[in-house]
């Protein structure tokens, strides 16, 4: 179906070696592969260094992109 250019999400449980592990697994559309790859291989504290350094530049760094922050009348995001 349609899916407006988010992440398909599937999260279960599957058993290995007679332990259950959860998987959660995750498809994104090509253009955030890049972001995607970033937020998943990186380690927490390379990604909270990246989403601060777009933060002081006035931007937003998710899993699926890069976006200007915008602000609502209450000045809040």
């Known amino acids: 179906g349609k899916n ?3 992440a398909l999400s599937y999260m279960g449980v599957c058993k290995v070696r007679e332990k259950h592990r959860r998987i959660d697994i995750k498809a994104y559309p090509g ?7 970033m937020y998943f291989t990186g380690s927490a504290h390379f990604n909270r260094s990246m989403r601060s350094f777009c933060k002081r530049a006035g931007l ?5 992109g890069l976006a200007l922050v915008t602000r609502g009348r209450d000045g809040k995001n």
């Open 60 to 64: 937003t760094l998710t899993d699926a």
């Open 4 to 6: 407006d250019g988010a």
């Open 31 to 37: 253009c955030q592969e890049a972001f995607a790859t």
